[in-house]
């Protein structure tokens, strides 16, 4: 049988990532298994997280989907919450003739930081934690000039071959109330911290050996959250949504565009991974009805399951959460890193993981194993396909526009 992946990725410390080997790799395991009539997982909505993984999770996509003649992984692009930090709404562009000096880069850095920084733990020294890391943490990155070139790209490749890149996502986006930035800056960095800085400067708990003491300011994170709807509006994609104790923010947040008539293109969600409530579920399948969106629950085996993100009053089971979703609603993903499961031989893993969580709706739905997989095979063709009328759209102005 074929499964989906709805929702994966790649390791944050991409930068060892070989592409050309990770698609051969893929390749020889879709080509046998197409063969010997294996199980399989046939595709992948493949997220980015960063400027660095977009770059590979778009060259990774364009090498595999033309080795199989087919659209095996759905890219995916957008910045993640965690990666929010690391970009600006401030224009640098004026100050680059100035920035040659290194005062002025590490200024124009420090400012940004200092803006949409804030501690966990207000009791701490603010300018203390931010030395700490401070050496750690990039130049941020103008977020227009960022989105304008991922723009570029997907446009480019709609140009090049429509057939081979008929679908594509915009994710992972959302919010994150509880994440706190790595002490070495942000998740994947190569460079490593010197945790000799903290030796004697844990007495209270606040520090741990990978975590600094910061959070990214929920105001900063709505406004990369919002720009990447408008984002995923202009270029008519589904969206893929990461949500930690957010999931009134975001509602309330894709309420308000609707309502603006600023979503007009976007027409599927995918709350991946869901770990909000019941009464949650209930407000998402109310905008569902009244909306021309399709909203989808992803579960995974890794959070939903093995984790288990359940507290005793109920509301986070598994068991009750997907009793209150309808079939038509659900989604199956992995969230976990495509390369781990290729480069090292766990190939078989990938499909094991998704079948775990197929199996817990069987039960839970008290349905048949194949009769669940076809709905679910069902509601990822929806969510993707929901988008496709606008890509025809969408490839005349790609074509109107000369490509770099």
Not at 188 to 205: S, T
Request: one cysteine or more.
């Amino acid at each position: 049988m074929k499964l989906y992946d709805a929702h994966c990725h790649l390791s944050p410390n991409c930068f060892s990532i070989d592409i050309n080997v990770l698609c051969d790799v893929i390749f020889e395991d879709l080509k046998n298994s197409e063969v010997n009539n294996e199980d399989v997982v046939s595709e992948l909505g493949l997220m980015s997280t960063n400027q660095f993984d977009s770059k590979l999770v778009i060259e990774l996509g364009d090498k595999l989907n033309k080795n199989m003649n087919r659209q095996v992984i759905i890219p995916s692009i957008g910045i993640h919450p965690w990666y929010c930090h690391l970009f600006s709404f401030d224009d640098d562009e004026e100050n680059r003739e100035s920035n040659i000096n290194g005062d002025d880069n590490q200024n124009y850095k420090l400012l940004h930081y200092k803006k949409i920084l804030k501690l966990s733990n207000t009791s701490l020294d603010f300018d203390d934690n931010l030395r700490m890391i401070q050496d750690y943490l990039p130049k941020p990155i103008y977020i227009e000039r960022y989105l304008n070139e991922l723009k570029r790209k997907v446009d480019a490749l709609l140009v090049e071959d429509l057939s081979l890149n008929k679908y594509m996502i915009c994710g992972e986006i959302g919010l994150d109330k509880l994440f706190r930035i790595p002490l070495n800056g942000f998740l994947g960095n190569p460079k490593e911290f010197d945790y000799k800085q903290i030796k004697n400067n844990d007495k209270d708990g606040s520090n741990n050996r990978l975590l600094s003491n910061f959070k990214v300011d929920m105001k900063h994170q709505i406004r990369i959250f919002n720009r990447q709807l408008e984002f995923a509006n202009e270029l008519k994609l589904p969206i893929s949504v990461h949500s930690v104790k957010s999931h009134g923010v975001i509602l309330e947040l894709i309420r308000s565009f609707y309502s603006e008539n600023k979503l007009k293109s976007i027409k599927s969600i995918c709350l991946h991974s869901y770990t909000g409530s019941k009464d949650q579920i209930k407000q998402w399948l109310s905008f569902d009805q009244n909306s021309k969106i399709d909203v989808f629950f992803s579960f995974s085996n890794i959070i939903n399951i093995s984790n288990n993100m359940s507290i005793k009053n109920g509301n986070f089971l598994m068991e009750n959460v997907i009793q209150e979703i309808p079939i038509d609603n659900l989604l199956i993903e992995t969230d976990f890193l495509v390369d781990r499961y290729y480069d090292c031989n766990k190939d078989r893993d990938h499909y094991r993981d998704l079948l775990k969580v197929v199996d817990q709706i069987c039960k839970i739905k008290c349905l048949k194993r194949d009769l669940c997989i076809e709905h679910l095979s069902q509601n990822w063709n929806r969510y993707l396909e929901s988008n496709l009328a606008a890509k025809g759209e969408l490839l005349a102005q790609a074509r109107s526009f000369p490509i770099d």
